[in-house]
């Protein structure tokens, strides 16, 4: 079902690479998780395409039904599950259960911690050599659940500890250089 947003993203990574070799600018990059029709394997599919293009900075973010506008009378027609009250965070969409939504969530705070603070790009560039972005973020999850850590507030020198062993147990050595 067509909800009104359109996008090309060949177009758009290319454009995004030249912004990146012509020009000092910081790019920040957008993806929005909910529009219908997109199920888990399209976003993370989206996600890894984004952080390939290795952005200054990442956002994922669920899709919000605002009340009497043409995405809440699509929503309803399409069974969505959403916070009645703000947020208006989408819960559930036509192709994303609830747990999926969850888990882009919990990307969406590592994304935060360790992507948007920029202290490891040059350890993010490494992995992504051989991993996708998704994988990172689930071994960064995992070591989380591990060490009983949260996903957000987390001081420096943990997150450092954290990504350095992701780096090793990818098969990198972590980069002097941050």
Not at 5 to 19: C, F, I
Not at 53 to 68: E, W
Not at 139 to 166: F, M, P, T
């Amino acid at each position: 079902m067509n909800c009104g947003r359109k996008s090309n993203w060949e177009k758009t990574k290319w454009t995004l690479q030249e912004l990146k070799k012509r020009t000092n600018i910081r790019i920040h990059t957008d993806l929005l998780a909910g529009l219908p029709g997109e199920n888990y394997a399209s976003v993370l599919n989206g996600l890894n395409e984004v952080c390939a293009t290795l952005p200054d900075a990442v956002q994922l973010g669920i899709l919000k039904i605002l009340p009497d506008t043409p995405m809440q009378k699509i929503a309803s027609e399409l069974n969505y599950k959403w916070l009645s009250q703000p947020p208006y965070q989408c819960l559930s969409s036509d192709a994303l259960s609830f747990e999926e939504i969850q888990q882009l969530e919990n990307f969406a705070k590592l994304l935060n911690l360790y992507w948007n603070k920029e202290e490891h790009k040059s350890m993010w560039q490494e992995m992504l050599q051989t991993q996708s972005a998704t994988d990172i973020l689930t071994a960064l999850q995992q070591k989380h659940q591990e060490l009983g850590y949260e996903l957000h507030s987390l001081s420096k020198a943990k997150r450092n500890a954290v990504i350095a062993d992701i780096c090793v147990a990818g098969g990198r050595r972590p980069s002097a250089k941050k």
